[in-house]
Protein backbone atom coordinates (compact mmCIF):
# COMPACT_ATOMS: atom_id res chain seq x y z
CA UNK A 1 0.00 0.00 0.00
CA UNK A 2 1.35 3.46 -0.73
CA UNK A 3 1.92 5.54 2.34
CA UNK A 4 -0.18 8.17 2.15
CA UNK A 5 -1.07 11.05 5.18
CA UNK A 6 -3.46 10.95 7.78
CA UNK A 7 -5.25 13.86 6.62
CA UNK A 8 -5.52 12.75 3.30
CA UNK A 9 -6.77 9.46 4.50
CA UNK A 10 -9.54 11.97 6.41
CA UNK A 11 -10.42 13.91 3.86
CA UNK A 12 -10.89 11.36 1.25
CA UNK A 13 -12.92 9.38 3.63
CA UNK A 14 -15.32 12.02 4.52
CA UNK A 15 -15.52 13.78 1.01
CA UNK A 16 -17.27 9.88 0.15
CA UNK A 17 -19.42 9.95 3.03
CA UNK A 18 -20.66 13.50 2.55
CA UNK A 19 -21.31 12.17 -0.93
CA UNK A 20 -22.99 9.24 -0.51
CA UNK A 21 -24.99 10.85 2.26
CA UNK A 22 -26.01 14.00 -0.06
CA UNK A 23 -26.72 11.18 -2.72
CA UNK A 24 -29.07 9.42 -0.03
CA UNK A 25 -30.60 13.13 1.25
CA UNK A 26 -31.56 13.55 -2.68
CA UNK A 27 -34.25 10.12 -1.88
CA UNK A 28 -35.94 12.07 0.85
CA UNK A 29 -35.81 16.05 -1.00
CA UNK A 30 -33.28 16.89 1.18
CA UNK A 31 -29.57 17.65 1.73
CA UNK A 32 -26.72 16.25 4.21
CA UNK A 33 -26.47 19.57 5.50
CA UNK A 34 -30.72 19.74 6.53
CA UNK A 35 -30.16 15.92 7.40
CA UNK A 36 -26.91 17.21 10.40
CA UNK A 37 -29.55 20.04 11.52
CA UNK A 38 -32.27 17.78 11.71
CA UNK A 39 -30.64 15.43 14.62
CA UNK A 40 -29.07 18.64 16.16
CA UNK A 41 -31.98 19.68 17.06
CA UNK A 42 -33.76 18.56 20.44
CA UNK A 43 -36.88 16.77 19.31
CA UNK A 44 -38.51 17.41 22.48
CA UNK A 45 -37.22 20.76 24.08
CA UNK A 46 -35.77 22.89 20.82
CA UNK A 47 -32.37 23.68 20.51
CA UNK A 48 -31.25 27.74 20.96
CA UNK A 49 -30.41 28.35 17.43
CA UNK A 50 -26.70 30.24 19.00
CA UNK A 51 -26.16 26.80 20.31
CA UNK A 52 -26.85 24.62 17.01
CA UNK A 53 -23.55 26.21 15.12
CA UNK A 54 -20.71 24.84 17.70
CA UNK A 55 -22.73 22.02 18.56
CA UNK A 56 -22.48 21.03 14.83
CA UNK A 57 -18.96 22.61 14.11
CA UNK A 58 -20.68 25.09 11.93
CA UNK A 59 -19.91 29.14 10.90
CA UNK A 60 -23.13 30.87 11.94
CA UNK A 61 -23.88 32.51 8.45
CA UNK A 62 -23.86 28.86 6.85
CA UNK A 63 -25.91 27.99 9.39
CA UNK A 64 -28.46 30.82 8.92
CA UNK A 65 -29.06 29.72 5.39
CA UNK A 66 -29.96 26.32 6.26
CA UNK A 67 -32.23 27.53 8.57
CA UNK A 68 -34.18 29.69 6.50
CA UNK A 69 -34.49 27.14 4.05
CA UNK A 70 -35.66 24.54 6.59
CA UNK A 71 -38.03 26.56 7.77
CA UNK A 72 -39.52 27.77 4.25
CA UNK A 73 -39.84 23.91 3.78
CA UNK A 74 -41.77 23.52 6.77
CA UNK A 75 -39.12 21.60 9.02
CA UNK A 76 -38.51 23.90 11.76
CA UNK A 77 -40.17 26.93 13.35
CA UNK A 78 -38.46 29.64 15.11
CA UNK A 79 -40.20 30.85 18.84
CA UNK A 80 -38.72 33.22 20.99
CA UNK A 81 -37.01 31.94 23.82
CA UNK A 82 -38.47 32.40 27.36
CA UNK A 83 -35.57 32.19 29.65
CA UNK A 84 -33.94 34.66 27.24
CA UNK A 85 -35.68 37.24 25.64
CA UNK A 86 -33.14 37.93 23.42
CA UNK A 87 -32.51 34.14 22.11
CA UNK A 88 -34.63 32.04 19.59
CA UNK A 89 -35.30 28.36 19.78
CA UNK A 90 -35.63 25.96 16.97
CA UNK A 91 -38.17 23.73 17.05
CA UNK A 92 -38.67 20.48 14.98
CA UNK A 93 -42.35 20.22 13.09
CA UNK A 94 -44.46 17.05 12.85
CA UNK A 95 -42.96 17.10 9.13
CA UNK A 96 -39.35 18.06 10.55
CA UNK A 97 -39.82 15.25 12.76
CA UNK A 98 -40.79 12.73 10.22
CA UNK A 99 -37.87 14.27 8.08
CA UNK A 100 -35.48 13.49 11.30
CA UNK A 101 -36.24 9.55 11.60
CA UNK A 102 -35.59 9.19 8.05
CA UNK A 103 -31.88 11.33 8.55
CA UNK A 104 -31.65 8.99 11.86
CA UNK A 105 -32.35 6.01 9.61
CA UNK A 106 -29.80 6.46 7.32
CA UNK A 107 -27.12 7.43 10.03
CA UNK A 108 -28.11 4.12 11.48
CA UNK A 109 -28.17 2.27 8.48
CA UNK A 110 -24.54 3.06 7.48
CA UNK A 111 -23.28 2.32 11.38
CA UNK A 112 -25.08 -0.37 11.16
CA UNK A 113 -23.27 -1.67 7.73
CA UNK A 114 -19.54 -0.54 8.41
CA UNK A 115 -19.84 -2.43 11.93
CA UNK A 116 -20.83 -5.30 9.94
CA UNK A 117 -18.23 -5.29 7.90
CA UNK A 118 -15.46 -4.47 9.88
CA UNK A 119 -14.20 -6.48 13.87
CA UNK A 120 -15.62 -4.73 16.78
CA UNK A 121 -12.00 -4.56 17.72
CA UNK A 122 -11.04 -2.74 14.63
CA UNK A 123 -14.14 -0.42 15.62
CA UNK A 124 -12.83 0.13 19.00
CA UNK A 125 -9.43 0.87 17.35
CA UNK A 126 -11.10 3.42 15.46
CA UNK A 127 -12.78 5.27 17.91
CA UNK A 128 -9.51 5.07 20.12
CA UNK A 129 -7.67 6.91 17.23
CA UNK A 130 -10.02 9.40 16.37
CA UNK A 131 -10.23 10.59 20.18
CA UNK A 132 -6.88 11.18 20.02
CA UNK A 133 -7.31 12.97 17.09
CA UNK A 134 -9.30 15.36 18.67
CA UNK A 135 -7.15 15.65 22.14
CA UNK A 136 -4.03 16.66 19.96
CA UNK A 137 -6.22 19.23 18.35
CA UNK A 138 -8.10 20.50 21.51
CA UNK A 139 -4.99 20.40 23.40
CA UNK A 140 -3.20 22.11 20.53
CA UNK A 141 -0.28 19.97 20.95
CA UNK A 142 0.17 19.57 17.13
CA UNK A 143 2.14 22.63 16.40
CA UNK A 144 3.85 23.79 19.00
CA UNK A 145 7.45 24.41 18.65
CA UNK A 146 8.77 21.29 20.04
CA UNK A 147 6.93 18.74 17.80
CA UNK A 148 7.26 21.33 14.40
CA UNK A 149 10.29 19.85 12.82
CA UNK A 150 9.57 16.28 13.50
CA UNK A 151 5.84 16.54 12.08
CA UNK A 152 7.51 18.23 8.83
CA UNK A 153 10.26 15.92 8.30
CA UNK A 154 7.61 13.04 8.45
CA UNK A 155 5.76 14.94 6.09
CA UNK A 156 8.71 14.97 3.68
CA UNK A 157 8.96 11.24 4.17
CA UNK A 158 5.39 10.69 3.48
CA UNK A 159 5.41 12.86 -0.01
CA UNK A 160 8.83 11.68 -1.36
Known amino acids: MKDITIDYAL ?4 QAVARMY ?3 AKKFDSTMAIGFTLLSVDPKTGTPSTALGPKMGMEATSL ?4 KRMEEQGLI ?11 VLIYL ?4 LEKRNDSKN ?6 ESVKNNISEEKIN ?14 EKNIY ?10 SLDSKTD
Open 106 to 111: VVLRFD
Open 93 to 96: TEFG
Open 144 to 153: NNDNLMSDQD
Open 64 to 67: SRIL
Open 125 to 138: SFFEVMETINELIT
Open 22 to 24: NEE
Open 11 to 14: RATW
Open 77 to 87: ERKPNPKDGRG
